[in-house]
């Protein structure tokens, strides 16, 4: 099981404690982007997903890569518009 990340897209996304302030590579975080972040998690949590939400955002437990896909799938039909993107943003990148 992982926790994937949601956040609602066009907003700014709060650095994580565990998210780099400097890095020497490549980093990114996968996430799920959507369009209405409080319709998204009351559709998913209705469809029988576990969401956890704190003062940092939300995250979705997901047992793999097919799920994310299922997910992705349910979302849309239910007229949210989501996409998997990279979420890092807010870390230096000189």
Same mark, same amino acid.
């Given at each position: 099981?992982?926790?994937?990340?949601? &956040?609602?897209?066009?907003?700014? *996304? #709060?650095? $994580?404690? +565990?998210?780099?302030?400097?890095?020497?590579?490549?980093?990114?975080?996968? @996430?799920?982007? *959507?369009?209405?972040?409080?319709?998204?998690?009351?559709?998913?949590?209705?469809? @029988?997903?576990? *969401? $956890?939400?704190?003062?940092?955002?939300?995250?979705?437990?997901? +047992? /793999?890569? +097919?799920? &994310? #896909? #299922?997910? &992705?799938?349910?979302?849309?039909? /239910?007229?949210?518009?989501?996409?998997?993107? +990279?979420?890092?943003?807010? &870390?230096?990148?000189?």
């Amino acid at each position: 099981m992982g926790l994937l990340p949601i &956040v609602e897209r066009g907003k700014t *996304v #709060a650095c $994580h404690a +565990d998210w780099p302030l400097f890095y020497m590579n490549d980093f990114s975080r996968l @996430g799920l982007s *959507v369009s209405r972040l409080a319709d998204a998690l009351s559709a998913l949590r209705e469809g @029988g997903y576990t *969401v $956890h939400t704190d003062e940092q955002g939300a995250a979705l437990e997901i +047992d /793999g890569k +097919d799920q &994310v #896909a #299922a997910i &992705v799938a349910a979302l849309r039909a /239910g007229a949210i518009d989501c996409e998997t993107s +990279d979420l890092i943003g807010c &870390v230096y990148q000189g």
